[in-house]
């Protein structure tokens, strides 16, 4: 049996990533899963990780996160992937780089590391970035309670949304960027596009 594709989308908040997560999931019969806090494990560390009314260090901040993708990985994507089961996860380790490295300012080289240690070789075979800009996703954002990273201020959401255009230019052909600005439908026929010639296992 073949290896299933592990398909991966990321984005700052209020991209509109979950809602083509879901839905390419559905389309291709791939197992749909997130960061962080999809495992038993993991609901409890994405508590912690969006509570904002526990401060934390960045750097303990990107360690639980490495924590919950070690496990996610260990015992969700790696054997799914593995039965032939395609994947796709709303996050990955570009969260990581983005938020904990360009957004708080941890060393980029460390995440790459502990990335290493968290992941192995589990590694996407496409990463799809839907890129808005900060006004768009202010626009788009629940006004009410807000969480550890909704709560931070625009530096933050202008430095991690940069964060992501400078990894789609370091990984190049892995990473397929897209203008999310546009109405949903649009946005939906742009990556069913890109996405129509992988190896789907369910086409
Ligand atoms: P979500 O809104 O996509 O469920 O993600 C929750 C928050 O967690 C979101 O604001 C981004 C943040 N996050 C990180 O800061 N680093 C990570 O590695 C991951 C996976 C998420």
Known sequence: MSRGIFLVFE???ASGKSTHARRVAQLHDALFTFEPG????GVD??????DASTPMKPETESLMMLADRSHHVATVIEPTLRSGRDVVSDRF???????Q????GVDLADLEAATDLAIGTCLP?????IDIDLDTANERRARDE???FESADLDFHARVRQGYLDLARRYGDNWFVVDGSKSE????AVIDERLSSLAWSNA
């Open 38 to 41: 999809d495992t038993p494990l």
């Open 125 to 129: 075979d496409l990463t799809v970035l």
């Open 45 to 50: 560390l994405r508590r912690w990780l969006l």
């Open 93 to 99: 380790f570009a969260s990581s780089l983005a938020y």
């Open 11 to 13: 984005g700052i908040d």
């Open 146 to 148: 807000k969480d550890r």
């Open 101 to 104: 490295g360009y957004g708080r």
């Open 185 to 188: 439908e649009e946005v939906a």
